[in-house]
Nanobody, 120 residues
Framework: QVQLVESGGGLVQPGGSLRLSCARS????????MGWYRQAPGKQRELVAS???????NYADSVKGRFTISRDNAKNTVYLQMNNLKPEDTAVYSC??????????????WGQGTQVTVSS
């Protein structure tokens, strides 16, 4: 198993910034990619940003230029820097780790989620 512990959520005003952290432990080997997802009440979960084991990044169109995903392998931590936050960014943000298994299958691990609220 991959254990993921998230932190950094909270209440922020529009235009403000916030940095989310996702600390990994347990079975951290053979991870193909890490990502941040979000889900607002009544809406589907959506991918916000991802980073592959090779360092390639992808972003949702709605956050390009504002959000940055990064990692610090020495600290076993993935970050999501969120700048110029908008009310529509309000959601529960969850960290995801995708790992290839010896059986040939894929394992997805999830953090507990952290609430981000953008409001004046």
């Amino acid at each position: 198993q991959v254990q993921l512990v998230e932190s950094g959520g909270g209440l922020v005003q529009p235009g403000g910034s916030l940095r989310l952290s996702c600390a990994r432990s347990g079975s951290i080997f053979s991870i193909y990619a890490m990502g941040w997802y979000r889900q607002a009440p009544g809406k589907q979960r959506e991918l916000v940003a991802s980073i592959s084991s090779g360092g390639r990044t992808n972003y949702a169109d709605s956050v390009k230029g504002r959000f940055t995903i990064s990692r610090d392998n020495a600290k076993n931590t993935v970050y999501l820097q969120m700048n110029n936050l908008k009310p529509e960014d309000t959601a529960v943000y969850s960290c995801n780790a995708r790992r290839g298994l010896a059986t040939g299958g894929i394992e997805d691990s999830w953090g507990q989620g952290t609430q981000v609220t953008v409001s004046s």
